[in-house]
């Protein structure tokens, strides 16, 4: 169990020093879901599966959706398509796909038994709602006020480009 927690620890710093020294934003993106996978196995292996799961889906998943979003309000033209094909060449997945797949190995071994079980207890669902909406709330507030002016931002960035775009067309 240690051996997994400590693979998954310097895995997911491996990653994340890759997110900031990446050279371009789909590498970086990337690398950031490979390390919020490795995340997410480090919190299964301290026995918060429920907090893993989060991890995955809110994250992993909404971050990936967050940047289609942003691509897609952008449209940047043929250009930009035919950068973004350069950028999502085999060669990009490698390094994510090696990272991925020894946090597959890891995750599987934990899950078929081969591996000992987790050595902390088990949290429950609700006692994690009543911890994030209860002494937690102010921080649960804060992350929530980020998260919306990362959206805003995000729709300024792209709504700028657009108008931009018109002017000059």
Do not use: C
């Not at 995340?39 to 998943?61: D, K, M, Q, R, W």
């Amino acid at each position: 169990m240690e051996a997994t927690f400590y693979i998954s620890a310097l895995l997911a710093l491996a990653a994340t020093f890759r997110v900031v020294t990446a050279a371009n934003a789909v590498h970086a993106l990337l690398y950031l879901v490979v390390s919020l996978l490795a995340a997410a196995l480090v919190l299964f292996t301290l026995g918060a599966p429920f907090a893993a799961a989060l991890e995955v889906i809110i994250y992993a998943g909404a971050i990936v959706v967050l940047f289609v979003f942003v691509v897609m309000m952008l449209n940047l033209g043929e250009e930009a398509e035919a950068q973004e094909r350069r950028w999502l060449s085999p060669g990009v997945w490698r390094g994510p796909g090696l990272l991925a797949g020894i946090l597959l190995a890891e995750l599987l071994l934990l899950l078929t038994g081969a591996l000992p079980g987790t050595a902390g207890t088990m949290v429950a669902p609700k006692a994690v709602g009543v911890a994030l909406y209860g002494p937690y709330l102010l921080a649960v507030e804060l992350g929530a006020f980020l998260l919306l002016a990362g959206l805003v931002g995000a729709f300024h960035l792209g709504r700028q480009e657009a108008l931009e775009g018109n002017e000059d067309g």
